[in-house]
C-alpha cells in the first residue's frame, strides 16, 4: 500500500505543475489581451477554458488476510509430515531390532547345534564307560567267590567305623563290643587266609572291652532325678532353736521355803517362760532365710543336672566334683535325721 502511494505522489506533482503553467499562461494572455483592449475598441471578455486536471488514480486495495481454516489446513500438512517422519525412524529402529533378534537367534542355533554336539559326546563316552564296566563286572563274576568277599569286606569295615564312632563319641563299650563280634563274624564268612591278622587284632580289642565294667547310665541318671524330687521335701536348718527337756526335780532338792522363798520361785518361773538361759557344749547352727533357703535349693538342684551331663558324657572328675558338692551342702544344711 505505501509502495503505491509512494508511486502516485509523482503523478499529483505533475497535475500542480500544469495548473500552475496553465494559470501562468491565462495571466499572460489577460495582460495581452487587456493591452489590446486599450488599443482596441472594448470587446466582449473572453473566458479562458479551465484546465484539464487528471483524474486521480485509484488506490489499490488492500489484500484480505489467510483464512483461519488455510492456517489449520498447513498445521495438520506439516503435523502428518512430522508423524510420517517419525513412523518411518520408528520403522528403521523395528527393523535394526528385528535384525538383531534374527542374529541372536541364529547365535543360540549355534549354541544348541553346540551343546547337542557336545551330548552326544557325552552319550558317546558313558556307552563306552558302561560297555567297560560291563566287562569288568564279567570278568569278577568269573572269578570263584569274588563278588561275595568284596561284599563281605565292605561291610566289615563298616561296622569297624560304627564301632569306633559309638566307643569315642558315644562313650559306649558294651556296643562297640558288639558290633566288634559282628565284624569278626562277617570277616569269618570270607573264608579268606590273608584277613586272619585282622581277626587277631578285633579279637584283642574284644577281650578289652569286655574286662571294662558295663556302667548302667541309664539307671544311674534316674537314680539322680529321684534325688532331685525329694530335695524340696528335705528339712532343713530349723527356724527355731530345739526345746530343752526341764530336768526333773529330786527329792533332796526338796526343801520346805518360807513365803518369801516361794514369792522368789513362782516370779522366778514366771520369768522363765519368757527369758530362757541355755548351756550347750557345740555352737547351735543359725537358722536359715526364706532367700537362703531357696537359693540352697536352687544349686542343689544344678548341682544334681551338673553330676547328670558328666555321667553320660564320661567326665569323672566333673562328676565326682558335682556328688561331692551336693553332700557337703546336705551335711550342713539338713539336718542329720533326714540326711
Same mark, same amino acid.
Given at each position: 500500500?505505501t509502495?503505491?502511494?509512494?508511486a502516485?505522489?509523482?503523478?499529483n506533482?505533475?497535475?500542480d505543475?500544469?495548473v500552475?503553467?496553465?494559470?501562468?499562461?491565462?495571466?499572460?494572455?489577460?495582460?495581452?489581451?487587456?493591452?489590446e483592449a486599450?488599443?482596441?475598441?472594448?470587446?466582449?471578455?473572453?473566458?479562458?477554458?479551465p484546465p484539464?486536471?487528471p483524474?486521480p488514480?485509484?488506490?489499490?486495495?488492500?489484500?484480505k488476510?489467510?483464512?483461519?481454516?488455510a492456517?489449520?489446513?498447513l498445521i495438520?500438512?506439516?503435523l502428518?509430515?512430522?508423524? +510420517?517422519?517419525?513412523l518411518? %525412524?520408528?520403522?528403521?529402529? &523395528?527393523?535394526q =531390532?528385528?535384525?538383531?533378534? #534374527?542374529?541372536?537367534?541364529? $547365535?543360540?542355533e549355534?549354541?544348541?547345534a553346540?551343546?547337542?554336539?557336545?551330548l552326544?559326546?557325552?552319550?558317546?563316552q558313558?556307552?563306552?564307560q558302561?560297555?567297560?564296566?560291563?566287562?569288568?563286572s564279567?570278568?569278577l563274576?568269573?572269578?570263584p567267590?569274588?563278588?561275595t568277599d568284596?561284599?563281605l569286606i565292605?561291610?566289615?569295615?563298616?561296622l569297624?567305623?560304627l564301632?569306633?564312632?559309638?566307643?569315642?563319641?558315644?562313650?559306649?563299650?558294651?556296643?562297640?563290643?558288639?558290633?566288634l563280634?559282628?565284624?569278626?563274624a562277617?570277616?569269618?564268612?570270607?573264608?579268606?587266609?590273608?584277613?586272619?591278622?585282622i581277626?587277631?587284632i578285633?579279637?584283642?580289642?574284644?577281650v578289652?572291652?569286655?574286662?571294662?565294667p558295663?556302667?548302667?547310665i541309664?539307671?544311674?541318671v534316674?537314680?539322680i532325678?529321684?534325688v532331685q524330687?525329694? +530335695?524340696?521335701?528335705?528339712? %532343713?536348718m530349723?527356724r527355731? &532353736?530345739?526345746? =530343752?527337756?526341764?530336768i526333773? #526335780?529330786?527329792?533332796?532338792d $526338796?526343801?520346805?521355803?518360807?513365803?518369801?522363798?516361794?514369792?522368789?520361785a513362782?516370779?522366778?518361773?514366771g520369768?522363765?517362760k519368757?527369758?530362757?538361759?541355755?548351756?550347750?557344749?557345740?555352737?547351735?547352727?543359725?537358722?536359715l532365710t526364706?532367700d537362703?533357703?531357696?537359693?540352697?535349693q536352687?544349686n542343689?538342684?544344678l548341682m544334681l543336672?551338673?553330676a547328670q551331663?558328666?555321667?553320660?558324657r564320661?567326665?569323672?572328675?566333673?562328676?565326682?566334683?558335682?556328688?561331692?558338692?551336693?553332700?557337703?551342702w546336705?551335711?550342713?544344711?539338713?539336718?542329720?535325721?533326714?540326711?
Open positions: 500500500m509502495e503505491q502511494l509512494d502516485d505522489q509523482p503523478k506533482e505533475n497535475v505543475t500544469n500552475e503553467t496553465s494559470a501562468k499562461n491565462s495571466t499572460e494572455s489577460n495582460s495581452e489581451n487587456s493591452a486599450k488599443k482596441e475598441p472594448a470587446k466582449a471578455p473572453i473566458t479562458p477554458a484539464k486536471v483524474a488514480s485509484k488506490a489499490p486495495k488492500p489484500k488476510p489467510l483464512s483461519l481454516l492456517v489449520l489446513a495438520l500438512v506439516s502428518a509430515f512430522i508423524a +510420517i517422519a517419525g518411518s %525412524w520408528k520403522g528403521v529402529e &523395528l527393523i =531390532q528385528l535384525s538383531n533378534i #534374527e542374529l541372536q537367534l541364529q $547365535k543360540s549355534q549354541g544348541k553346540a551343546v547337542s554336539k557336545n552326544n559326546q557325552l552319550q558317546q558313558i556307552n563306552t558302561t560297555k567297560q564296566q560291563q566287562h569288568t564279567q570278568r563274576a568269573q572269578l567267590g569274588a563278588d568284596d561284599w565292605a561291610e566289615a569295615e563298616y569297624l567305623r564301632a569306633n564312632q559309638r566307643l569315642n563319641l558315644e562313650k559306649d563299650g558294651q556296643g562297640a563290643h558288639d558290633i563280634k559282628a565284624a569278626d562277617i570277616l569269618a564268612e570270607t573264608r579268606n587266609p590273608q584277613l586272619d591278622g581277626r587277631g578285633l579279637a584283642k580289642e574284644i578289652n572291652l569286655r574286662a571294662v558295663a556302667i548302667d541309664t539307671g544311674a534316674s537314680r532325678q529321684a524330687e525329694q +530335695i524340696t521335701q528335705l528339712e %532343713w530349723p527355731t &532353736l530345739p526345746e =530343752q527337756t526341764p526333773a #526335780e529330786t527329792s533332796d $526338796k526343801v520346805e521355803l518360807n513365803a518369801w522363798d516361794k514369792f522368789l513362782k516370779a522366778w518361773k520369768l522363765g519368757i527369758v530362757r538361759i541355755r548351756d550347750n557344749d557345740k555352737a547351735l547352727p543359725a537358722p526364706p537362703q533357703h531357696y537359693y540352697l536352687q542343689m538342684q543336672e551338673q551331663v558328666a555321667l553320660v564320661q567326665q569323672a572328675d566333673l562328676y565326682l566334683h558335682s556328688i561331692n558338692r551336693t553332700q557337703a546336705l551335711s550342713e544344711f539338713v539336718r542329720s535325721e533326714t540326711a
